[in-house]
């Protein structure tokens, strides 16, 4: 059960984690070249965009996390929805934690830095399983990541304040908070009007979609605005 709702937060991370790889190159170009304001507005503009993605992912992924559960292994699989549930909060922490990581770090040569962090995470990732695990099962294991990549994530963090002061624009963040509200209240009308599992996800995935995109555009998320001036080339 834990397989399938760890199938699904691996395949949404590593999604959000190859968005960031591409723009590695550009970063570490920046840094080595000492424009840190050029190096500094491409980093904003990462997390920005990562987040806009990340969360309705989240809000979604939450929203149907047992329909998700039931379409990938069956009805005898749903009781593991709660897992999922966690795994979905825990991606937040892990792409920052990836975004800090790659993006900060290793461009600064804290490379020592990230594999102390790492290692840390997965012995504090093996205690927490033998601590866990036998009392809550697979959602003692899903809980483990999240305190796990919360730590690393934290870590990151303080040490990437130190390097840089990351800006993150606090409109577009309300905005992408405003954008997710009505995915939580559209996948709840979903649930209780249709019984089909994969009809549930798929109306509400499209339903949200277009919303989600509406808001953005409505709201002038940055996003939004440097798609337009792109498309205009």
């Known amino acids: 059960i834990y397989t399938v709702s760890s199938n699904i937060y691996v395949a949404v991370k590593r999604l959000a984690n190859a968005a960031v790889t591409v723009t590695l190159p550009r ?6 070249s000492g424009k840190k304001e050029e ?10 965009y990562v987040l806009v993605l990340l969360l309705p992912c989240l809000v979604g992924t939450f929203e149907l996390s047992e ?3 039931i379409i990938m292994g069956g009805v005898s699989y749903s009781i593991g929805s709660l897992s999922l ?13 990836y975004i800090l990581s790659r993006c900060i770090l290793l461009p600064y040569k804290q490379d020592k830095l990230y594999m102390i962090a790492t290692l840390g995470s997965a ?6 399983n033998i601590l866990l695990i036998p009392q809550f099962s697979y959602d003692g294991a899903a809980l483990t990541t999240l305190i796990s990549e919360c730590l690393v994530c934290l870590v990151m963090c303080v040490k990437s304040r130190k390097i840089i002061n990351i800006n993150i624009d606090k409109r ?10 009505p995915i939580i209240i559209i996948c709840e009308i979903i649930k209780r009007i249709a019984s089909h599992n994969l009809l549930v996800v798929l109306t509400a995935f499209m339903m949200s979609f277009v919303v989600y995109s509406l808001i953005l555009v409505v709201f ?3 996003m939004y605005n440097d798609i ?3 498309w205009k080339l």
Not at 39 to 48: D, M, Q, R, S, V
Not at 85 to 97: E, R, T, W
Not at 123 to 128: G, K, P, R
Not at 172 to 181: D, E, L, N, S, Y
Request: net charge positive; glycine share 6%.
């Open 27 to 32: 970063l570490s170009f920046y840094v080595g």
């Open 39 to 48: 190096y500094k507005i491409l980093l904003g503009k990462i997390i920005n």
């Open 67 to 69: 329909n998700l559960m």
């Open 85 to 97: 549930k966690i795994l979905s909060i825990a991606l937040v922490f892990a792409v920052m934690a």
């Open 123 to 128: 012995v504090v990732n093996i205690i927490l």
């Open 172 to 181: 577009a963040f309300i905005i992408t908070i405003v954008g997710c509200i």
């Open 220 to 222: 002038r998320h940055p």
């Open 228 to 230: 337009k001036r792109y």
